[in-house]
């Protein structure tokens, strides 16, 4: 049974940094996309940063610059390295593990990780 886990999250002050990370178990990450969402309570989960199975990196416009994402497939780890946090970064981060081509049946979610920022 796949496993994702995260960890790192916590309470940081406006320009702060944190990294999150991921790791995953029991499945080979060859075609799968690796990236994190974040949820506010009351609004949909948005894509915070994705690693596509060619590498290929997506990010949100609201993270550009400040967030950076890397994966390794042998650890099988993802982690976001985000710094300058701002308080509307406050939310609960997901980590996402999805096949390239067929994202909608075989994806697998993190329990969440809190991250506050808050003066």
């Known amino acids: 049974q796949v496993q994702v886990v995260e960890s790192g999250g916590g309470l940081v002050q406006p320009g702060g940094s944190l990294t999150l990370s991921c790791v995953v178990s029991e499945i080979t990450l060859s075609w799968f996309d690796m990236g994190w969402y974040r949820q506010v309570s009351g609004q949909e989960r948005e894509l915070v940063a994705m690693?596509?199975?060619?590498?290929?990196?997506k990010y949100a416009d609201s993270v550009k610059g400040r967030f950076t994402l890397s994966r390794d497939n042998a650890k099988k780890t993802v982690s976001l390295q985000m710094n300058d946090l701002k308080s509307e970064d406050t939310a609960i981060y997901y980590c996402?593990?999805?096949?390239?081509?067929?994202?909608?049946?075989?994806?697998?979610w993190g329990q969440g990780t809190q991250v506050t920022v808050s003066s």
């Open positions: 690693s596509m199975a060619d590498r290929s990196l």
């Open positions: 996402n593990i999805r096949h390239h081509f067929t994202p909608d049946s075989t994806s697998y």
